[in-house]
């Protein structure tokens, strides 16, 4: 931490040293036109590659996107193996797509988006749900990177809706749209939902409402309005079988921004969600998926503030008025700041059959998983400040709380701790990231991240009273009790579109 600090301490003072003295690095030059489209259809897409280095993970998966970044997770596979890596997606999903935007008269447009996660480095769609079934009751200390998803290799497992638009009477989508959260936690995160290093986004229970499969909603319609500085919002799904959850879901947004603040709230429910349990809870060569059932609840406050610093004047000659005049890039100060809070409940309406996202089927629902409600509350603060020649640093900070609850009628032990998944628990994430943007198209990144959880988020862990041990292997890890930790860092470049 104390070297991570003074890295990013020391990063700073270049910087400033660097624009005191009016010097400005050297731009890339940029092959790629800034106006892409082509009919109303302009193709976007992000490539997000690089190295990491992890002092506790887990290996690449045959499948899985990505290294388990956060011990802030269902599979509790950590065995104390330090991991080099080609990484990807670490700043951002890596995905291709298409949006549409074409005029269709009377200030009114026709929207749509079609967007998908990839693997770039296996040249796959991204599949979460997968990555259980390659480690199926395997041992911990033998299993690659696994993580519960709501990318599960459908052929579009980001967004896919269509719409209308219009500025006086707002916008209305319908399809596989982002949760409000999701869009919400994307816009006010300080690491913008970047998997190395943020819990935003590298879990999805935040974005989900506290179901990651939840994160977005499938048959869903959404609604915004703008009424000056004001935003206001109402969405609606009936959900259905293999996708985020069984049974219907809404949410409501509000928001608004004046001068350089900006905040939100929103509200969600959802029923009949979808968690999938830990890859060593499966049977061997299993086919099919483990899964808690619940019904969610999250409340919502975010908010950040961007100060300026330097003039923002034209761009243009001042003899000319032939050239369109574009403001000049200024220094920028934000500070953000957020807080959730997440309900997982037993069900109202038990799923006793059912795929998960993506189809995969589900074997084992478990509907009384949440006897006692579990409760997260989330708080996160960071600041990132903007040099107007293109370099970016943030730092972040990340803390959970998680109650003492019941599953299955077994509540957390009188010993407490890391005895059982169900005893209170905290987890605490601090990130530093540097980016430099070399052009409008590319940027280069280094960041490091440390991350633990204490209590119940502990339990289950190798070494820590709960672990699973099948087919007869065990693994010798710390002492019951003790906290997990992992840091990483991470660099690399990332192409968007």
């Known amino acids: 931490m104390k070297k991570a600090l003074a890295i990013a ?28 489209t082509w009919y109303g259809i302009t193709p976007i897409g992000a490539l997000d590659l690089g190295f990491a280095y992890q002092t506790n993970g887990r290996p690449l998966g045959s499948v899985v996107s990505g290294l388990e970044y956060s011990p ?67 041992a911990y200390n033998q299993q690659t990177s696994n993580a519960d998803s709501g990318r599960c290799g459908q052929a579009f497992n980001g967004q896919l809706w269509g719409g209308i638009s219009n500025a006086q ?23 913008a939902l970047s998997y190395a290093l943020s819990l935003l986004g590298y879990s999805g229970t935040n974005g989900g409402a506290g179901s990651t499969e939840a994160a977005r909603w499938d048959n869903s319609a959404k609604y915004v309005y703008d009424y000056g500085p004001i935003t206001a919002g109402a969405m609606y799904s009936n959900g259905g079988n293999a996708t985020g959850f069984f049974g219907d879901a809404y949410a409501f947004m509000f928001g608004g921004h004046v001068g350089g603040f900006s905040a939100e709230a929103t509200y969600t429910k959802e029923h009949g969600a979808v968690n999938l349990q830990s890859a060593a809870n499966l049977p061997l060569n299993s086919t099919s998926l483990f899964a808690n059932m619940s019904d969610d609840t999250e409340v919502s406050v975010m908010g950040k503030y961007t100060w300026q610093f330097g003039s923002s004047s034209s761009s243009a000659p001042m003899y000319t008025k032939a050239v369109k005049a574009e403001p000049l890039p200024v220094d920028k100060f934000t500070i953000f700041a957020g807080y959730s809070n997440v309900r997982n409940a037993n069900p109202n309406t038990p799923i006793t059959q059912g795929n998960a996202a993506g189809g995969y089927q589900l074997t084992l629902l478990d509907n009384n998983a949440f006897t006692v409600a579990r409760v997260f509350n989330f708080y996160w603060a960071g ?34 701790g890391a005895s ?24 280069v990144y280094a960041g490091a991240t440390w991350a633990q959880v204490s209590g119940g988020l502990a339990a289950a862990f190798p070494g820590n009273p709960g672990t699973k041990v099948l087919q007869g292997i065990t693994f010798s890890g710390p002492a019951p009790g003790h906290d997990i930790s992992t840091a990483a860092v991470v660099t690399g470049f990332r192409i968007k579109l």
């Open 169 to 191: 009477y707002g916008t209305l989508t319908i399809g596989r749209t982002n949760s409000f959260q999701l869009d919400g936690i994307a816009a006010f995160d300080p690491m």
């Open 420 to 443: 059982a998944i169900t005893c209170s628990g905290g987890y605490d994430q601090v990130s530093f990231l540097a980016d430099y943007a070399l052009n409008k198209h590319l940027d």
């Open 383 to 416: 600041a990132r400040y903007d040099f107007a020649w293109g370099l970016s640093l943030t730092g972040a900070y990340y803390h959970v709380n998680q109650n003492s609850y019941v599953a299955d009628n077994v509540g957390c032990p009188a010993t407490g």
């Open 72 to 138: 802030f997770t269902t599979t509790r596979n950590y065995t104390g193996q330090s991991i080099s890596t080609i990484q990807h997606s670490a700043l951002q999903q890596s995905f291709i797509g298409v949006k549409v935007e074409e005029p269709l008269g009377g200030d009114w447009k026709a929207i749509a988006r079609l967007d998908t996660g990839v693997d770039p480095l296996k040249g796959t769609l991204s599949d979460g749900c997968s990555s259980f079934i390659q480690n199926a009751g395997v």
């Open 9 to 36: 301490l020391a990063m700073t003072g270049l910087a400033s040293t660097a624009y005191a003295a009016d010097w400005t690095p050297p731009k890339v030059p940029d092959p790629i036109p800034d106006n892409l």
